[in-house]
């Protein structure tokens, strides 16, 4: 019998709005689930996100955040594009499962990708599964190639953890805010990076969603991290502080922003912190592990060919986190 295939006329990209959160919320959690059931995983079900976690990364996009319609007027994929700087990167992004293999993916990818070139990025990247062969495969035949793993470790908060003096960008008023956001940007600049967190920085305390903890030294800055303490996961619990940017000078700077880090998840009463650990950067990494971080996931990190990710010059750290 022959099997009923539904049209192909679909429309894209168009923006995403508001109104569009709650369909794509349930797209993301449909298309990662039927992933990881492709992948042997059949258990597993992968929860919809956080309105406000969707709300960030969409304000943060802003016209990167793109999807594309079928003929009845439903969503049948999205990529969100981000640009921080000179740094780009996508995702989240789906296709429907029923519409999959027929080259919309495909279409997606490079209609993000001809969106941060536009804006002379000098870094497009993506994150994905190292298990999945496919998506491997996939986006290798599109340009990109594979760079390092990001392995996400967590480890637990400690009241006494951090001696080291810091700030909270949330608790500055206004000036004090404007000027440690330019201490960030200044930070980064002084290693040769070009990225510029400003943007996720405001709306993460804009919409609530955590804060960031300055190192402060000389007028300057020494190292910072961006964190989210709201749950990522729809209706779960807040357990977990999760580090999206975190950069240190030194390895010194860096051992006392993560103490100040489990200290500060203490104090909200969390249970552990969250890092996307780069192991670009084998000697972060290693600090995590001594101080009993453990290994949580993995994933591919892949940069567009001509677009490789920069790293920091004189043994400074930045874990950037591709994903939202």
């Known amino acids: ?14 923006p995403v709005t508001e109104h569009d959160l ?64 000179d740094e780009g990167w996508m995702g989240p992004l789906a296709v429907r499962p029923d519409r999959q293999a027929l080259g919309l993916g495909q279409v997606v990818v490079q209609a ?27 986006y290798s035949r599109l340009g990109f190639l594979p760079s390092c793993l990001t392995i996400t470790v967590t480890g637990d908060a400690r009241a006494r953890a951090g001696r080291a003096r810091y700030a909270r960008l949330g608790e500055l008023d206004a000036a004090e805010r404007r000027a440690g956001l330019n201490a960030c940007r200044q930070a980064l600049a002084a290693v040769g990076l070009g ?35 709201a749950p990522l ?14 950069f240190a000078r030194s390895a010194d700077d860096y051992e006392r922003l993560v103490g100040a880090l489990e200290s500060y998840a203490a104090k909200l009463r969390m249970r552990r912190v969250a890092i996307r650990c780069q192991v670009s950067f084998p000697a972060a990494y290693e600090a995590l592990i001594r101080r009993g971080y453990r290994v949580r996931w993995t994933d591919l990190r892949m940069y567009l060919h001509g677009y490789p990710e920069r790293g920091p010059a004189g043994g400074a750290v930045l874990f950037s986190n591709w994903e939202i």
């Open 233 to 246: 996961a729809e209706a779960r619990p807040a357990d977990e502080l999760r580090v999206l940017k975190l």
């Open 112 to 138: 993000a990708i001809a969106w941060l070139q536009e804006r002379r990025v000098v870094t497009i990247g993506l994150e994905t599964m190292p298990r999945t062969v496919d998506n491997i495969g996939f």
């Open 22 to 85: 709650g369909a794509l919320n349930r797209l993301f959690s449909d298309a990662f689930t039927d992933r990881y059931r492709r992948d042997g995983l059949v258990g597993v079900r992968v929860p919809q996100l956080n309105p406000q976690v969707w709300r960030y990364a969409l304000r943060d996009a802003r016209e990167g955040a793109m999807l594309w319609r079928d003929e009845h007027d439903d969503i049948v994929a999205f990529n969100i594009a981000h640009r921080s700087g």
């Open 195 to 229: 990225c510029d967190y400003g943007r996720e920085l405001e709306l993460t305390l804009d919409l609530a969603l955590g804060d960031a903890i300055l190192l402060p030294a000389d007028g300057g800055v020494t190292a910072f991290a961006l964190f989210h303490a």
């Open 1 to 14: 019998m022959k099997m009923w295939q539904p049209e192909r006329g679909v429309q894209g990209p168009m």
